[in-house]
């Protein structure tokens, strides 16, 4: 499975546009990107998936460049509830491929 | 549709006790995948389940640990002579036959 690269921490205002970069040079052919958000003590929650060029959604958008190597991921006009680590995945889109979680991006918002 | 259940919520053993962690998957979800979080770390895969069956278990420690996934009822996590290392959130997924990976709120588990 590729590996993912993060910043470990970000600091944000309300109200602001958040973007979370993730590095995956050696991504497959078949991977797709996904993003979890993790508040403490709670379970992982899908975010957003995408595969090529641009996708989004009520939450958030992905975009992912040409030569898919890396992706963005873009949280318009945070609020102080978007505080929570994100995680950025890469892999098949078929069963049984187990997510490999790194670090995450810790992203704090703040008043 | 209720989400992923699992429980206990909050697990406290001594070492050497045993540890029985239940997940619920989400209804007409056949695939369940098991994780196991270290504080202010990311989810390290442990082992994934059909209906019945351990597809892979690459990510279990070999001794102590065991999963099943039973026709009917919850898959079950068990923890044998449990340690202190073992103390972390374990948290289960399910999926349907796509990688959509739904996440319960996990099981706390805290070895005295």
């Known amino acids: 499975l590729a590996k993912t690269t993060q910043p470990i921490s970000m600091d944000s205002y309300e109200g602001q546009e958040v973007n979370i970069t993730c590095s995956h040079n050696?991504?497959?052919?078949?991977?797709?990107i996904t993003w979890y958000q993790q508040f403490p003590s709670q379970g992982p929650r899908f975010i957003i998936q995408g595969y090529k060029t641009k996708v989004t959604n009520e939450v958030a958008s992905l975009f992912i460049p040409a030569d898919r190597k890396s992706s963005t991921l873009t949280l318009p006009r945070v609020s102080l509830s978007d505080t929570a680590v994100y995680y950025c995945l890469v892999g098949p889109a078929e069963n049984g491929q187990n997510f490999v979680f790194g670090p995450g991006t810790r992203l704090s918002v703040l008043p | 549709n209720a989400g992923v259940m699992q429980n206990p919520r909050h697990l406290v053993r001594r070492r050497g006790q045993e540890a029985r962690l239940r997940c619920s998957p989400m209804k007409g979800h056949s695939h369940v995948y098991w994780y196991r979080q270290l504080p202010e770390e990311g989810l390290k895969f442990m082992v994934y389940l059909q209906k019945e069956n351990i597809i892979d278990e690459s990510g279990m420690p070999k001794e102590r640990f065991s999963a099943e996934f039973p026709k009917e009822g919850p898959s079950i996590l068990r923890i044998q002579q449990v340690v202190r290392g073992d103390s972390a959130a374990y948290f289960c997924?399910?999926?349907?036959?796509?990688?959509?990976?739904?996440f319960g709120p996990g099981t706390r588990l805290t070895v005295l």
């Open positions: 997924a399910s999926s349907p036959d796509v990688n959509e990976q739904f």
């Open positions: 050696n991504i497959a052919t078949n991977d797709y």
